[in-house]
């Protein structure tokens, strides 16, 4: 059973600075896409940041020039660097991967718990 579990958030002043981490566990044969979610309250879950299996990443425009995705193959893990951070940054922040637990198997989705980031102005 494939299991994601982030860590890293908390409450930071406007202008700050925090880094979230994901690391996936169980069986994995490859994680495909691995990506950052977020969810404020009241509002849907949107996509901040997303990386590739080759290396390709992608921003919200929110967040572009102040976050930074990064994983490590090797050791399964997602960072997500956040600077200069806003109070429109607050919210709930999910690790999102497509995996495969086997080669013949498709990939699956799976989620994690979430961390709270909360930004004071």
């Known amino acids: 059973q494939v299991r994601l579990v982030e860590s890293g958030g908390g409450l930071v002043q406007a202008g700050g600075s925090l880094r979230l981490s994901c690391a996936a566990s169980g069986r994995i044969f490859a994680i495909n896409n691995f990506n950052w979610y977020r969810q404020a309250p009241g509002k849907q879950r949107e996509v901040v940041a997303t990386s590739t299996s080759g290396g390709s990443t992608n921003y919200a425009d929110s967040v572009r020039g102040r976050f930074i995705i990064s994983r490590d193959n090797a050791k399964n893990t997602l960072d997500l660097q956040m600077n200069s951070l806003k109070p429109e940054d607050t919210a709930k922040y999910y690790c999102?991967?497509?995996?495969?637990?086997?080669?013949?198997?498709?990939?699956?989705?799976?989620w994690g718990q979430g961390t709270q980031v909360t930004v004071s102005s």
């Open positions: 999102h991967a497509n995996i495969k637990d086997t080669s013949w198997r498709n990939p699956e989705n799976y």
